[in-house]
Nanobody, 123 residues
């Protein structure tokens, strides 16, 4: 499977962006996630969604502002980001959760990654 993230760009503080993740193959059997990496920082867990979209988890810094969703019919996953702040500036990655992983917050628990999309939030 190959993943491609898109939808990044420049936003003003307080604004919104919607990221998309397209898969080359059906995603319905897989849990998925979003991570981000800000300049000079380690990759950070953003959100996780289970295979049918009924279970989601979020990183502490985005809870209440970001919403992850998916459309298995279109082989797509989304990240709706609201109330953006400069601290959200990062490259955002979508990833497929490994079937062997026990958790969902660490990057090594994901085995396929998209190329990333840049999100820049100006103050």
């Amino acid at each position: 499977v190959q993943l491609q993230a898109s939808g990044g760009g420049l936003a003003q503080a307080g604004g919104s962006l919607r990221l998309s993740c397209a898969s080359s193959r059906a995603l319905s059997n897989y849990n998925m996630g979003w991570f981000r990496r800000a300049p000079g920082k380690e990759r950070e867990f953003v959100a996780h969604i289970n295979w049918n979209g009924r279970i989601t988890y979020y990183g502490d810094s985005v809870t209440g502002r970001f919403t992850v969703s998916r459309d298995n019919g279109q082989n797509m996953m989304f990240l709706q980001m609201t109330a953006l702040g400069p601290e959200d500036t990062a490259v955002y990655y979508c990833a497929k959760h490994s079937v062997h992983a026990r958790g969902w917050e660490r990057d090594f628990e994901y085995d396929v990654w998209g190329q990333g999309t840049q999100v820049t939030v100006s103050s």
